[in-house]
């Protein structure tokens, strides 16, 4: 992790401990998650960020298996064995960061990364309607897949800014640019 993105987490903490915001986080085995028709497994949960306590929004959040403790384990053999790729997938769909046999604890997403998302998707607000956010992030202006993410970052973006107000949504956002 470079000096400059250290610094940026360190000042999105601060700022995220100012505000009062936390996380609370429900796992989605994988296999019931919205991600289940992807070609690899994933971590998913179901994320409820707070202000104070009051709850601000709830949403689904996912990390790729990259995430899983099995994928970094030297325990595990290669990069490519058989045995890492059954850690993760069991990762994936329990929740925990064991292994066969060994149910070990619960994976948590880390609270800056889910806040990160949100304050990114957050930016809808700054474009000027569906088809200038569609051209500025490359998705087809056609496409009503498109217009519901669209919909979606505008309903995160709503929230955030009644929750924390214009000036500290701009804060967060200036805060994450090197995260």
């Given at each position: 992790?470079?000096?400059?993105?250290?610094?940026?987490?360190?000042?999105?903490?601060?700022?995220?401990?100012?505000?009062?915001?936390?996380?609370?986080?429900?796992?989605?085995?994988?296999?019931?998650?919205r991600?289940?028709?992807?070609?690899?497994?994933?971590?998913?949960?179901?994320?409820?960020?707070?202000?104070?306590?009051?709850?601000?929004?709830s949403?689904?959040?996912g990390?790729?298996?990259?995430?899983?403790?099995?994928?970094?384990?030297?325990?595990?053999?290669?990069?490519d064995?058989?045995?890492?790729?059954?850690a993760?997938?069991?990762?994936c769909?329990?929740?925990?960061?064991?292994?066969?046999?060994?149910?070990?604890?619960?994976?948590?997403?880390d609270?800056?990364?889910?806040i990160?998302?949100?304050?990114?998707?957050?930016?809808?607000?700054?474009?000027?309607g569906?088809?200038?956010?569609?051209?500025?992030?490359?998705?087809?202006?056609?496409?009503?897949?498109?217009?519901?993410t669209?919909?979606?970052?505008?309903?995160?973006g709503?929230?955030?800014?009644?929750?924390?107000?214009?000036?500290?949504?701009?804060?967060l956002?200036?805060?994450?640019?090197?995260?």
């Amino acid at each position: 992790m470079t000096d400059e993105t250290q610094a940026a987490r360190d000042m999105s903490a601060a700022i995220i401990a100012e505000l009062g915001l936390t996380i609370d986080s429900e796992f989605i085995p994988f296999s019931q998650s919205r991600n289940k028709d992807q070609t690899y497994p994933s971590l998913n949960w179901l994320v409820t960020l707070k202000r104070n306590g009051d709850e601000v929004l709830s949403t689904h959040y996912g990390a790729g298996s990259a995430h899983c403790p099995a994928y970094k384990d030297p325990t595990l053999g290669r990069q490519d064995s058989v045995d890492r790729f059954k850690a993760i997938k069991l990762q994936c769909e329990t929740g925990r960061d064991g292994k066969p046999g060994r149910p070990g604890v619960w994976i948590k997403p880390d609270a800056l990364d889910v806040i990160y998302c949100l304050v990114m998707d957050s930016n809808v607000l700054s474009s000027s309607g569906f088809e200038s956010w569609a051209e500025d992030y490359g998705y087809d202006a056609d496409s009503r897949k498109a217009e519901a993410t669209y919909r979606a970052c505008l309903d995160t973006g709503l929230k955030l800014q009644a929750s924390l107000g214009a000036s500290n949504l701009e804060r967060l956002n200036t805060a994450f640019m090197e995260y």
